[in-house]
Structures are given as structure tokens and as C-alpha cells.
Nanobody, 126 residues
Framework: QVQLVESGGGLVQAGGSLRLSCTPSGGTFSLYSMGWFRQAPGKEREFVATITWSGGATWYTDSVKGRFTISRDYAKITVYLQMNDLAPEDTAAYYC???????????????????WGQGTQVTVSS
């Protein structure tokens, strides 16, 4: 069974930074893209960022453009989300995910992903 393990969440003041990481383990799988989603209490899960695995092309939701950077370590099969200039509106549980097949060039829908992490909490005060 493929598992995605996320880390790096925590409590930070507005304007601060965090870096999330996600590493798959436990099985064999195909990999088209990896992405990050977030979900705040009472809200829908929303797309944050995605990166294609082979080429490293990236796409972001408008609200994080210029502040967040998604990257990958190809050899380690690890994806990162560098989050800068954090705001209280960024508070959410953050989930990484794997899309095993190409359903679109940039996979931005939850149903385009096949494996999900357990979530890591990001809380931004003020």
C-alpha cells in the first residue's frame, strides 16, 4: 500500500515561513504529478500547487502565487512546499497527493489524484 508521509507543519506568525515535505513509501506506483491541497474547518478541500514529475512544470492557485513554491527532489521522490509570507487565511490542514496518470496537464482537481497523505496542520496567527 502506497503511503505519503507529510511533515513540516506547525504554528507560525503572520509573515513567517514554513516548508512542508512529502515522501511516498510502501509500494510501487506510477507518478505523473504531485500536488498540495489544503482544507480549513468547514470548507472544501482546495488546490494549492502541483508539479509534473518528469518535467517539473508548476502551477499554483492565485491566492498563493508569489508566496508559495512547489519543488521536487527527483532522486528522493520527495515534494516540497515552501510557504513564505504566510497569512491567517493560509491556516488549514495541508495534504500532499500523487496523480499516477495524466488526466490533464496540470492536475488541479482532487479526483485527479490517486494517493493522499494524512495531512499536516499549518496554523498562522494574527
Amino acid at each position: 500500500q502506497v503511503q505519503l508521509v507529510e511533515s513540516g507543519g506547525g504554528l507560525v506568525q503572520a509573515g513567517g515561513s514554513l516548508r512542508l515535505s512529502c515522501t511516498p513509501s510502501g509500494g510501487t506506483f506510477s507518478l505523473y504529478s504531485m500536488g498540495w491541497f489544503r482544507q480549513a474547518p468547514g470548507k472544501e478541500r482546495e488546490f494549492v500547487a502541483t508539479i509534473t514529475w518528469s518535467g517539473g512544470a508548476t502551477w499554483y492557485t492565485d491566492s498563493v502565487k508569489g508566496r508559495f513554491t512547489i519543488s521536487r527532489d527527483y532522486a528522493k521522490i520527495t515534494v516540497y512546499l515552501q510557504m513564505n509570507d504566510l497569512a491567517p487565511e493560509d491556516t488549514a490542514a495541508y495534504y500532499c497527493a500523487v496523480a499516477s496518470r495524466r488526466r490533464s496537464f496540470f492536475t488541479v482537481r482532487p479526483d485527479e489524484y490517486d494517493y493522499w497523505g494524512q495531512g499536516t496542520q499549518v496554523t498562522v496567527s494574527s
